[in-house]
Nanobody, 120 residues
Framework: VQLQASGGGLVQAGGSLRLSCVAS????????MNWYRQAPGKQRELVAG???????HYTDSVKGRFTISRDNAKNTLYLQMNSLKPEDTAAYYC???????????????WGQGTQVTVSS
């Protein structure tokens, strides 16, 4: 299962960006989809996650500013980021956990990362 992330870029503080992540391959189901981020010199952190049923969770620093969503028909994950701050600058990675349709095995796949840079 492959994940392709896109939508990053350079934006001024207070601006918005929308990240997308398209999953492809032998997918039977995707139980959980997540967005992580990693800033230079820091550990990768979980930003937001969403289950197949639509339950969401967010790290405290993005609550009220970021919205995670998914389109199950398109196997696509989104992250709408509003009121961006310089401390949101990082490489953003999508992650999906689910069941393959070919060998009925679990998968845990990662996208390649998309860079978000917020200038002050």
């Amino acid at each position: 299962v492959q994940l392709q992330a896109s939508g990053g870029g350079l934006v001024q503080a207070g601006g918005s960006l929308r990240l997308s992540c398209v999953a492809s391959g032998s997918i039977f189901s995707m139980n959980v989809m997540n967005w992580y981020r990693q800033a230079p010199g820091k550990q990768r952190e979980l930003v937001a996650g969403i289950t197949s049923g639509g339950s969401t969770h967010y790290t405290d620093s993005v609550k009220g500013r970021f919205t995670i969503s998914r389109d199950n028909a398109k196997n696509t994950l989104y992250l709408q980021m509003n009121s961006l701050k310089p401390e949101d600058t990082a490489a953003y990675y999508c992650n999906a956990k689910g069941l393959r349709s070919d060998y009925a095995l679990d998968f845990d796949s990662w996208g390649q990362g998309t860079q978000v840079t917020v200038s002050s």
